[in-house]
């Protein structure tokens, strides 16, 4: 007889740390891997920010509310999350993921061993990496072979001594299938070519040991289980072996030596320094630098061990009420497939259902306050954040869910109306 939720709850290690989010009434939030929640104290400091620094000290703050030193301060502050040591100075938060994505493997891409002509990305990533690895492929004349991310550790084989660089994500956005990082990142290495992994969907719920792996390049979005905010910057990682060997086109004043010389030519500053661009987004950077105060004193082990058990329960009760042999599976409208792996240590936080008719019975989950996400064609994405999401969520959510799935309720003209951002 499996535990009662409430059970669980009461005895869970990390129950109280919901207290350091701010969760509306009637919603069980399973989208944290899309937006995370928004955490105490954030809206505060944020309103401070613009009252205060920006009000009164107005240009001064760059210099008295810390502004500029903001990116690497909040990187140094995230660092321990990814397994990096904030004194090695090998983190920056900026831009978006995208932008730092496409700087990391210029940057990669510059320090490769030389002869070098294959990079190694995944065909089934999220869009925005494939586009990347095409476009700095291009730039360096690389020839690119986009493979499954099951075919990663066999392209990687068979390239050999080919491979330049290998751009990976850890947790897969559409599967929720987690890369063995470890046996990965050896093997590039073995094979003495660089990895560069994005660590969106795992970065603040998987214990990622960048330093300990010797990681070359990594960059994840801080939006998602980092609960920075909506379009909050990024992070990027450089191993400090690479830092002042390396350079990307984006080579922009405030990774200038000395940006207020002015000087009419570019000369990199030393340290991960180098990897900004642009004037940096204080509003976003100080929000997510209070939002990070959620991780005070939390381990990411059993953040990971209370993501494993959420996750293994919601399959099993999703088994139990909706998969093959249960009432109304036999109906095609009724059949719900578990698309993520069923082994815990082989997936996110993150399960992903498909059901032919995912969008609309997503929207109809929503209504209900269950708020998870979908990705096209057929896929019900759920993702759970350890910091606030109860053993109590994963059964009303479940419960919801057969519920809409066994009456049909999903099935009318406003839950198929597609919205622009799903
Ligand atoms: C794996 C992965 N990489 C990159 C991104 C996009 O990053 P951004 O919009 O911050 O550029 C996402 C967004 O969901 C993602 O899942």
Request: charged share 15%; no cysteine.
């Given at each position: 007889v499996p535990a009662a939720a409430a059970d669980l709850d009461r005895t869970d290690p990390l129950a109280s740390l919901r207290d350091r989010f701010i969760l509306p009434e009637g919603v069980t939030y399973l989208d944290g891997n899309s937006l995370g929640a928004l955490p105490v104290g954030v809206a505060e400091r944020v309103n401070e920010a613009i009252t205060r620094d920006w009000g009164v000290g107005l240009i001064r703050s760059w210099n008295d509310a810390g502004w500029y030193p903001a990116p690497a301060r909040v990187g140094a502050m995230l660092a321990p999350i990814v397994g990096a040591d904030p004194a090695h100075k090998s983190v920056v938060v900026c831009d978006s993921t995208s932008v730092d994505l496409f700087k990391a493997l210029h940057a990669a891409c510059s320090v490769r061993p030389s002869g070098r002509r294959v990079l190694i990305a995944e065909s089934d990533n999220f869009p925005t990496n494939a586009y990347i690895a095409a476009s700095v492929a291009a730039a360096y004349g690389l020839e690119l072979r986009a493979v499954a991310s099951d075919q990663v550790v066999a392209a990687v084989e068979r390239a050999g001594s080919d491979v330049a660089a290998v751009s990976l994500t850890?947790?897969?956005?559409?599967?929720?299938r987690q890369h063995d990082m470890i046996a990965v990142t050896d093997q590039v290495h073995a094979a003495g070519a660089l990895v560069l992994w994005d660590l969106c969907h795992s970065a603040g719920v998987y214990p990622v040991a960048l330093d300990q792996l010797d990681v070359d390049f990594a960059v994840g979005c801080t939006y998602k289980f980092l609960n920075g905010g909506p379009g909050s910057p990024a992070f990027l990682y450089v191993n400090r072996r690479w830092i002042d060997a390396v350079s990307h086109p984006l080579q922009g004043w405030f990774g200038h030596r000395a940006p207020f010389e002015f000087d009419s030519s570019f000369e990199a500053a030393p340290g991960i320094q180098r990897m900004l661009t642009g004037t940096s987004p204080q509003l976003g950077l100080i929000a997510l630098e209070a939002a990070l105060a959620a991780y005070d004193g939390v381990d990411i082990n059993a953040v990971r061990a209370k993501g494993e058990a959420l996750t293994d329960r919601f399959i099993s009760l999703v088994d139990e009420t909706l998969g093959d042999g249960s009432a109304g599976a036999a109906d095609h409208d009724n059949l719900v497939s578990v698309v993520s792996p069923r082994q815990a240590s082989e997936r996110g936080s993150q399960v992903s259902l498909s059901h032919p008719n995912a969008y609309a019975v997503m929207q109809a989950l929503i209504e209900r306050g269950v708020i998870g996400d979908f990705r096209a064609p057929d896929i019900l994405r759920f993702g759970f954040q350890p910091l606030y999401v109860r053993f109590s969520d994963v059964d009303h959510a479940v419960g919801v869910l057969a519920e809409v799935i066994t009456t049909r309720a999903w099935d009318q003209p406003r839950f198929h109306a597609r919205k622009s951002v799903t």
């Open positions: 850890h947790v897969n956005y559409r599967t929720g």
